[in-house]
T-cell receptor, first 113, second 112 residues
Framework: EADIYQTPRYLVIGTGKKITLECSQT?????MYWYQQDPGMELHLIHY???????EKGDLSSESTVSRIRTEHFPLTLESARPSHTSQYLC????????????FGQGTRLTVV | SQQGEEDPQALSIQEGENATMNCSYK?????LQWYRQNSGRGLVHLIL?????REKHSGRLRVTLDTSKKSSSLLITASRAADTASYFC????????????FGKGTKLTVNP
């Protein structure tokens, strides 16, 4: 069973609010990823990290920011939420290496009203 | 743009039939993985094939990889209603960052 957790599972928030989506894993994985996914659609990589203090933007431009101060923690922050940010956000982690699968959290479904 | 492209986008079959999904990618890869997603929840890993492998089996799953064509296929044999889900391929790019990029997915419906 995957030891990767996302909180909250659901969030409804007003426009302009600052939010932080939490993602934590207890597997000691060095690689972590954030994806944005609309219902029934593809996963878009928005941020990834290959270790502490090492983060990169993904293929989809995002107004969110991330940090990786500790191996187990990879929070995503939106400084000012907008309705266009409404989506599901999925966090994943994996070990470095050619045979390493990714483990996913259950996701955070964000609605900005 | 995303690394992988699956086809078909949607597939509807009867229980007991085989389901084949295809995936194409664009850059050099370390490995290619297939995942399953039920109803918009988190993804679950199914099978991984390394860039130097051509075919791999796991239970009712069979994956092939053709690096010359930059393509892979996932075959699910003797499908069951419980196989109804979305299936995604993902590639791990070569290099230290090991970016993990997903395709658009195939939505599979298995009718009882």
């Amino acid at each position: 069973e995957a030891d990767i957790y996302q909180t909250p599972r659901y969030l409804v928030i007003g426009t302009g609010k600052k939010i932080t989506l939490e993602c934590s894993q207890t597997m000691g994985h060095d690689k972590m990823y954030w994806y944005q996914q609309d219902p029934g659609m593809e996963l878009h990589l928005i941020h990834y990290s290959y270790g502490v203090n090492s983060t990169e933007k993904g293929d989809l431009s995002s107004e969110s920011t991330v940090s990786r101060i500790r191996t187990e923690h990879f929070p995503l922050t939106l400084e000012s939420a907008r309705p266009s940010h409404t989506s599901q956000y999925l966090c994943a982690s994996r070990r470095t290496g050619g045979k390493s699968e990714a483990f996913f959290g259950q996701g955070t479904r964000l609605t900005v009203v | 743009s995303q690394q992988g492209e699956e086809d078909p986008q949607a597939l509807s079959i009867q229980e007991g039939e085989n389901a084949t999904m295809n995936c194409s990618y664009k850059t050099s890869i370390n490995n290619l993985q297939w995942y399953r997603q039920n109803s918009g929840r988190g993804l679950v890993h199914l099978i991984l094939i390394r860039s130097n492998e051509r075919e791999k089996h796991s239970g009712r799953l069979r994956v092939t990889l053709d690096t010359s064509k930059k393509s892979s296929s996932l075959l699910i044999t003797a499908s069951r209603a419980a196989d109804t889900a979305s299936y995604f391929c993902a590639t791990v790019t070569q290099g230290g960052s090991e970016k993990l990029v997903f395709g658009k997915g195939t939505k599979l419906t298995v009718n009882p």
